[in-house]
């Protein structure tokens, strides 16, 4: 659960360096290409790229060590840190309520830490590793075709097949038992890693282009802790410790519940912005 927590610090301070970064070089000219190298040379965005590379080994070391659940609510608990982290560093200010969506979110992964068992004890069959593939490459397929999407309601299905190809990581990285090279390229689990973590954040950055942040992000949340959570408890045999199961249900309820709640911080907010006269409907484009 440490690591799991350590992963969601990582990447929710991560949003928020790199956003600042961006905002930093993109004052001069050049395209998208011109931007991110101007924000390479910022100390600030090399910073949040390994803060995300740490996050990354945090969640897979959480991942082979406490059930799905508890590690995909974890990770959603990073909207909460970029929150936080937007407060002290972009003077962003946050509102009563979403002040207290922190506080759930903490309470929420309070009990999980109390209520979450080991991981579950099932290596996964051959044909659930087969059936996370193509669930990595329908997500893919979706992020291909998001253009052509109807209008209304893109960014939250878009924000949700994020979450799935986001999901389909967290599982693949539990049905990998080996980690030679022979072991990892005969196992369809790691091609699922690698599609459904490229098209997750495919989906993840034209979501956001497209619309709502607001919208993307809840959709996001919901689609990377409900179904991993669902597969991990049904197929690998996740438990909670001896008679806490409805504290397991009531913490992972309230984690996401909160982040859900913080959903606009999916995209961190402008320097001096608020809860008040921001619009966190409006689209925001992604750096």
């Given amino acids: 659960m440490v690591c799991a927590l350590g992963a ?6 991560a949003t928020v360096l790199q956003a600042m970064a961006a905002r930093a070089a993109s004052g001069g000219a050049g395209g998208d290409a011109a931007l991110l190298l101007r924000a390479l040379r910022q100390w600030r965005y090399l910073a949040g790229l390994g803060l995300d590379g740490l996050g990354f080994v945090g969640q897979v070391l959480a991942l082979r060590s406490i059930p799905i659940y508890a590690v995909s609510a974890a990770l959603a608990a990073s909207l909460a840190v970029t929150a936080v982290v937007a407060a002290r560093l972009l003077r962003v200010r946050l509102s009563r309520p ?17 209520a979450s068992g080991p991981e579950g004890d099932r290596a996964g069959s051959d044909a659930l590793r087969y059936a996370v593939l193509a669930a990595g490459v329908a997500v893919l ?14 960014p939250l299905l878009l924000g949700l097949g994020a979450g799935f190809g986001f ?17 990892l390229l005969t196992n369809p689990a790691t091609y699922a890693l690698l599609v459904g973590g490229g098209a997750a954040f495919l989906l993840l950055t034209s979501a956001l282009q497209r ?8 959709g996001m949340v919901i689609g990377e802790t409900i179904g991993p ?8 045999g ?5 008679g806490l199961t409805w504290l397991a249900v009531c913490g992972f309820a309230l984690a996401v519940a909160g982040a859900l709640t913080l959903a606009r911080f999916g995209e961190a907010p402008e320097e001096g912005s608020s809860a008040d006269v921001a619009a966190p409907d409006q689209p925001v484009r992604r750096t």
């Fill in 8 to 13: 969601a610090v990582c990447f929710g301070t």
């Fill in 98 to 114: 979403e002040w207290g969506a922190v506080g759930v979110v903490c309470a929420g992964l309070a009990l999980l830490g109390l």
């Fill in 141 to 154: 397929l979706l992020g291909l075709a998001g253009g052509r999407l109807p209008e209304r309601g893109r």
């Fill in 167 to 183: 999901g389909v990581v967290e599982v693949a990285v539990r049905l990998i038992d080996g980690l030679s090279p022979g072991a």
């Fill in 211 to 218: 619309g709502s942040v607001t919208a993307a992000t809840a």
């Fill in 229 to 236: 959570a669902t597969v991990g408890v049904v197929w690998l």
């Fill in 238 to 242: 996740d438990r909670t410790r001896e």
